[in-house]
């Protein structure tokens, strides 16, 4: 593969990353080609050495993606975490994807409830006191506060486990990813590790 061709696919597949972060990838490798030509190597046997531009755009993509959860840990980074490693193919998503789609529906539904339990709590603790609720008016409020208090605390243990499921989800990728990249090298060439 020349230069060219090698440089062309790692840009295509980039696409969706900053445009600062494409020009410094990309400025890299034509680093690694400009080295390997003064070291008297073929564009071919660099680009070799560096593997499969493809495979190494979406390792790159991934680790951006992994790298933004790590600064920002929000739903729109997890988002972007876990369609990273959708992107990488590490995971045997036929197997993970209806365990993962149980896991995330059960979330919902009690980020949802918790919600449900805090603003019901919310309306006790306000409106409960002129509707002569047994135990009286401070029975009312108490009650209120209680529910909502109950609902902050789940939902915090929720973002907490939710927070843990994507490293987890992470760390097993790379872990497999590490696995498969041996045996990956074997039958492909070299290994995408490879540099100059």
Request: hydrophobic content about 55%.
């Amino acid at each position: 593969m020349t230069r060219d061709e090698f440089l062309s696919r790692l840009k295509r597949g980039l696409v969706g990353l900053p445009m600062s972060t494409q020009a410094e990838i990309l400025s890299d490798y034509e680093t690694h080609f400009d080295d390997g030509r003064a070291a008297g190597r073929t564009e071919a046997e660099v680009s070799a050495a560096l593997g499969d531009p493809d495979r190494l755009a979406r390792e790159l993509k991934a680790e951006a993606g992994f790298k933004r959860w790590r600064e920002e840990k929000n739903p729109s980074a997890a988002a972007g975490a876990v369609m990273a490693l959708v992107g990488l193919g590490a995971l045997d998503i036929l197997i993970l994807l209806p365990l993962l789609t149980a896991v995330v529906s059960a979330m919902a539904g009690f980020y949802l409830a918790g919600a449900g339990v805090f603003i019901a709590g919310g309306g006790i603790m306000v409106a409960g006191p002129f509707f002569g609720p047994p135990g009286g008016p401070l029975f009312a409020i108490l009650l209120g506060l209680g529910m909502m208090g109950a609902a902050i605390a789940g939902l915090a243990l929720l973002t907490i486990f939710a927070v843990w499921l994507v490293n987890g989800l992470i760390w097993f990728a790379r872990l497999h990813y590490r696995l498969l990249k041996p045996a990956l090298a074997n039958t492909d060439g070299p290994s995408a590790d490879a540099r100059l």
